[in-house]
């Protein structure tokens, strides 16, 4: 486990040709009871909210972060911003659906947009996927265990395997 600075971790995925890009965070905010699941895909911010989250992941001030979508602007019609929407919405659903089986009290942040630079750069469909709060003490309990790691994989996993069907990149089984 290495720390890959932000803009590497796409850059890898280019280079070998990736379908898709998906990143897992913990989550974290100021207000200890904050909690829940919500994955983003790259678009302009849409709230002060997702700003700040952005520019928290990004390790930016929130300058920064609207400097960033200018750069944006310039990207936008040539990236898989569509597709990558239709994925963080597959994962979101698979996400609060699986873990709200087995989990209590999964709270669904719903799909948002924000401009990261983890996201930045993928030539294929890409998203973030903050898995829970690790500021929230249930949540960070949660994270730790076993079993809501491999829960929240399966679920990633179902997610895609839908994703895939539905764009015809794989055939039904």
Known sequence: DIFLPLEERTAIANKVGADLFISVHANAAPNRQAHGIETYDLNFSKTDKAAAVAARENGTSLKEVTDLEQILFDLMANSKINESSLLAAEIQKALVDRLGERFEEVRDLGVRQGPF??????????????????????????LASRSYQEQTADAIVEAVRNYARAHKLIASQ
Do not use: D, K, W
């Not at 630079?117 to 960070?140: D, K, N, Q, W």
């Open 117 to 142: 630079y983890v996201l930045l750069g993928a030539t294929m469909p890409s998203v973030l996927v903050e898995a829970a709060f690790i500021s929230h003490p249930r949540e960070e309990r949660r």
